[in-house]
């Protein structure tokens, strides 16, 4: 009777025993239950959508004769716009332990107009300067510092074509109105979650530095004005990122 006492006991302490490991393995161990996150490699596409504002400094340099003596007076203003902006997206991006390098091209749709004045021979004139949208690329650099999460920068150029009117009821500045290409240096930053191992979502802010345009417009031999201007366009959106 003792015996069996006994090995009952024993029975029972083995029974926890397998119940507690059983337990511990289901708790601790990293391919059972939820599964880890593996950042994916490969291609990705996707699009944002947000806001952009276009900043234009404007620089103008007229030069006339005053009794005689060619006179030159620098006049300075700044044109802005706001508008919603979307981007398209695709690229390839690797993953080495925390660390993430992407290489992506962009399409950007951002509808700008910036409106100022300007002196024209003495005229306080209306410049117009519009942009419909811009292509590009760029490489980007993350860092994980959460499985699912990571923070990037991003650098890159941008191609955008800007049109440019002197409206004038007089259409007295013809060769100031043209259209040009502009490419910008793009730098950015960015945060990027994974929220499964194909969708992530990100929120990005970026600034086009465009160089800065000169234009010139005549009046006879004796007066002519130099406009310089200098486009900034800012972006800051929402995307949706598919891994393929």
């Not at 902006?85 to 660390?99: H, M, Q, V």
């Amino acid at each position: 009777q003792i015996l069996l006492k006994g090995r009952r006991k024993m029975k029972a302490i083995t029974s926890k025993a397998l119940v507690f490991n059983i337990l511990a393995a289901i708790t601790l161990s990293p391919t059972t239950g939820v599964q880890q996150h593996v950042p994916k490699t490969g291609f990705y596409i996707g699009a944002a959508l947000g806001g952009a504002d276009l900043t234009i400094k404007n620089n103008s340099t007229l030069t006339r004769p005053v009794g005689g003596v060619p006179f030159s007076q620098n006049f300075y203003s700044t044109g802005t716009d706001k508008n919603i902006a979307g981007d398209i997206f695709a690229g390839y991006e690797k993953n080495s332990s925390c660390f993430w390098l992407a290489g992506e091209v962009i399409g950007s749709f951002t509808p700008l107009t910036s409106n100022t004045r300007m002196d024209i021979f003495a005229n306080n004139s209306p410049i117009e300067i519009k942009t419909i949208g811009a292509i590009g690329g760029a490489v980007k650099l993350g860092y994980y510092f959460t499985p699912t999460n990571k923070l990037y920068l991003k650098l890159g150029l941008e191609l955008r074509r800007f049109k440019v009117n002197a409206i004038d009821a007089s259409n007295r500045y013809p060769n100031l109105m043209q259209s040009y290409n502009s490419t910008a240096f793009v730098p950015g930053v960015g945060m990027e979650v994974d929220l499964t191992s194909r969708f992530s979502l990100r929120a990005e802010y970026r600034a086009a530095l465009h160089p800065q345009k000169t234009l010139q417009a005549t009046n006879g031999p004796t007066q002519s004005t130099v406009i310089r201007h200098k486009p900034t366009v800012h972006y800051l959106n929402l995307g949706l990122v598919f891994k393929i």
